[in-house]
């Protein structure tokens, strides 16, 4: 026990004449007005690094001195020094020292190589080393400062105009002042400490935490989704690959054995045309051979003197020998197969037009399949960039819808038109099309002035009776407004929708997603309704008119 406390004595001892500064024995000691002692070379390097601002400070508690101290020896201080130097019974080993390094907080005491700082005093706004942190807790052995570990936001604590701790938050700027601010600049602003306005911004910051947490949870799912729908979607491409493979060598075998069989067919026909023209070519030979003796017999006959001779074999020989065919033959001009090749040449056409359209087909039904899709605009700045322009088409107009403004612009007229006899024009509703399909993403608007049906299309529907009227089928989709009520129909279900409070209609198309959205633009786009399908065919922008005389006009 009494070693114990002699080894805790001689620590304090080696504390109290320790300097702050180099953390060795005092050399040449001296004494500030704020009661702390320094190596007379020590102090004097570090008030040198402060003649430029011409305020010189302590070390440790920051007291400030203005002009210069003269420094005096504090003699009662060299000589305890020089007792306790010859009283030390055995070194002291110092503590392993570690050097601030690139990233590392140095410490504001230490002067030529700075070690690395442990801990920052929010009071005093010093960030000390390991041992001039116990120093400074020597020093403020009844003061109790806020200690915090060292960081490189200690500068962000300080007012960089004033040069005092940032103590107070400024609600109407919305920043960090000090109290000096609060009487200057920001006199008279809406001030809390800067707990208050912690604990305020707290519960925004709980909150954007939970939304925070909220978006990761939903990046997750997405992320697990997006994962998913990628193996499903090498699956079927893989699938799509085998069975493409399969059919095309179906196909092909199928080809194959079409050409053997149009080879059997021609070779077949060679053969038989060939044996019989053999049979025929046969007994000709036989014929001409018969007649040649004859001929011989005849000759031979011609040049005998014997008449008797003559006269009883002439008989027998003038008759002419009869042959088998009656008729002669008749030899066919047409021995070629060129028909057969042109056929054949024609098949070769058609079978690669039919190929390439419906190569075209899959071309398009491939591009459909996407493990994204595009991010849905959500500004009109997002949707303009998918913007189309239309125009109505004379040809579907009904005859009492007068088109102008080079026909973008559209009403009803008290006298029929003379429009021309077409079997695409609307026979019993005012209705009209537009010329320009949609097959992609589209996006356009419409101004009105009064009341007016807005749809959209496909161009297979029928122009004759109460079929034709768009809605009341499976071949349209119709946003209605009529006096400010707004409804949707299609395949003649309606929906109540809320009241228009724009003239001006926004209609967005993604034809692959089989999404048709109608909105309401002004300042922001509001969503009147949106309909999620499966479009089969292309669309067509179309209009309703009523008999109040309205106009609407394609933007």
């Known amino acids: 026990m009494r070693l114990r406390r002699m080894a805790e004595s001689s620590q304090s001892n080696l504390d109290l004449f320790t300097c702050p500064v180099c953390l060795d024995l005092l050399r040449d000691p001296v004494t500030l007005h704020c009661g702390h002692n320094y190596c007379t070379g020590c102090i004097k390097d570090c008030w040198d690094q402060e003649d430029q601002k011409g305020v010189y400070s302590c070390p440790q508690c920051r007291h400030t001195f203005t002009p210069r101290p003269v420094l005096n020896k504090n003699n009662v201080f060299v000589e305890l020094v020089e007792q306790f130097r010859k009283s030390r019974i055995r ?5 392993p020292v570690v050097c601030a390094g690139a990233g590392d907080v140095e410490c504001d005491v230490c002067t030529g190589r700075k070690l690395k700082a442990v801990k920052s005093c929010l009071e005093c706004l010093v960030s000390y080393c390991e041992t001039h942190y116990n120093v400074h807790n020597d ?4 003061r109790k400062h806020k200690m915090v570990d060292a960081t490189g936001q200690l500068q962000e604590r300080i007012c960089t105009q004033h040069e005092k701790p940032l103590e107070v938050f400024c609600r109407t700027d919305q920043t960090c002042v000090c109290l000096l601010c609060v009487m200057d600049e920001h006199k008279g602003h809406d001030t809390v400490s800067a707990s208050a306005g912690r604990k305020e911004k707290q519960t925004h910051l709980g909150e954007t935490q939970t939304k925070c947490q909220q978006r990761i949870q939903e990046r997750e799912k997405e992320l697990q989704e997006l994962r998913k729908a990628v193996e499903t979607f090498k699956s079927s491409a893989q699938t799509a690959v085998e069975d493409s493979e399969r059919i095309f060598t179906d196909m092909i075998r ?4 079409r050409r053997s069989e149009v080879t059997e067919l021609i070779r077949g026909q060679e053969k038989a045309e060939v044996s019989r023209a053999e049979e025929h070519l046969k007994r000709l030979e036989q014929e001409i051979a018969e007649l040649k003796r ?3 017999e005849l000759e031979q006959l011609s040049h005998t003197e014997d008449h008797i001779h003559f006269l009883k074999t002439f008989q027998s020989v003038s008759s002419t020998p009869e042959t088998k065919d009656v008729f002669s033959t ?3 001009q047409s021995l070629s197969f060129e028909a057969v090749k042109k056929s054949v040449s024609s098949l070769k056409g058609q079978l690669e037009d039919f190929c390439k359209e419906e190569l075209m087909k899959i071309s398009a039904a491939v591009a459909k399949v996407q493990v994204m899709l595009p991010a849905e605009p959500t500004t009109r700045e997002d949707f303009l960039q998918y913007s189309c322009h239309f125009t109505l088409d004379p040809n579907t107009a009904h005859k009492q819808l007068c088109l102008s403004e080079g026909n973008r612009r559209v009403q009803e007229c008290a006298q029929v038109q003379p429009y021309p006899d077409h079997p695409e024009r609307f026979d019993m509703w005012p209705q009209v099309l537009c010329r320009e399909g949609v097959s992609g993403r589209c996006y356009w608007e419409v101004e009105r002035s009064g009341n007016f049906d ?3 299309s ?4 029928s122009r004759r009776g109460d079929e034709s009227w768009f809605g009341c089928n499976d071949q349209a989709w119709l946003l209605r407004t009529f006096n400010s009520s707004c409804s949707f129909r299609h395949n003649n279900e309606e929906t109540e929708l809320p009241l228009l409070a724009s003239s001006r209609i926004g209609v967005y198309v993604d034809h692959e997603a089989g999404t048709l959205a109608f909105y309401n633009v002004s300042d922001t786009m509001t969503l009147l309704h949106r309909v999620q399908t499966t479009f089969s065919h292309t669309l067509y922008p179309g209009f309703y008119m009523y008999s109040e005389s309205p106009s609407v006009k394609l933007l």
């Open 91 to 95: 070194p002291v080993v110092p503590a």
């Open 139 to 142: 020093v403020n052995p009844g």
């Open 254 to 257: 199928s080809i194959e054995r």
């Open 294 to 296: 004859r001929n011989a």
């Open 330 to 332: 008749c030899v066919s």
């Open 454 to 456: 807005i749809a959209v």
């Open 458 to 461: 496909y161009k297979s529907i």
